[in-house]
């Protein structure tokens, strides 16, 4: 089954630490991209990359950091430089060509405890 | 500033009735729309899309419908049924901006009533 994997579906982190989150696909998708979801917020961009070794800044990228060293992983670092990190996290992926949709994973429910 | 615009956070309907949500949009240069539905703790599911050479797509109870001119586009749900409650996210894209990412609105949660 093709699909976008996302794991820990649940994380926990002290301040002052990062974490690092996991997303995976196997649909041969080029782009792929990481959302922030606050409540009454929306989905927010944080960071996306359409190819490989190549990543670019969404609207909300401070204190977070992405490498795209596969075309099938684009994990998400939570640096402590992230002021409110406590927040659900989306990977999503897309054919990189107009007119398709993004799939997305199940989330990451990250706490800050 | 945003650019994708969901003005209603709720919206309560009858099961059976017709259920509308909106969407407005500020960026001329989005060719690309779509709906998303999202239960909680859970990610979005595609649910329904238009490109900006069309007014109107349809999909079996859903039909979203564009108004380019208005720069506002809407979900009709018919007729609507209690397991379409969830979160409904609008989403945009320009060919050539962000890296064709999807801009979205926050949301507008519809609870449908039996």
């Not at chain 1, 696909?25 to 979801?37: E, S, V």
């Not at chain 1, 990228?61 to 060293?69: C, F, K, L, Q, W």
């Not at chain 2, 595609?46 to 050479?53: A, D, E, R, T």
Request: aromatic share 12%.
């Amino acid at each position: 089954d093709g699909g976008i994997t996302q794991s820990p579906k649940y994380l926990f982190r002290k301040e002052g630490q990062n974490v690092t989150l996991s997303c995976e696909q196997n649909l041969n998708h080029d782009a792929m991209y990481w959302y922030r979801q606050d409540p009454g917020q929306g989905l927010r961009l944080i960071y996306y990359s359409q190819i490989v070794n190549d990543f670019q800044k969404g609207d909300i990228a401070e204190g977070y950091s992405v490498s795209r060293e596969k075309k099938e992983s684009f994990p998400l670092t939570v640096t402590s430089a992230q002021k409110n990190p406590t927040a659900f996290y989306l990977c999503a992926s897309r054919l990189r060509r107009a007119n398709t949709e993004a799939f997305f994973g199940q989330g990451t429910r990250l706490t800050v405890v | 500033d945003q650019q994708v615009k969901q003005n209603s956070p709720s919206l309560s309907v009858q099961e059976g009735r017709i259920s509308i949500l909106n969407c407005d949009y500020t960026n001329s240069m989005f060719d690309y729309f779509l709906w998303y539905k999202k239960y909680p703790a859970e990610g979005p599911t595609f649910l329904i899309s238009i490109s900006s050479i069309k007014d109107k797509n349809e999909d079996g109870r859903f039909t979203v419908f564009l108004n380019k001119s208005a720069k506002h586009l809407s979900l009709h749900i018919v007729p609507s049924q209690p397991g379409d409650s969830a979160v409904y996210f609008c989403a945009a894209s320009a060919r050539n901006q962000a890296g064709t990412a999807l801009i979205f609105g926050k949301g507008t949660t519809l609870s449908v009533s039996s």
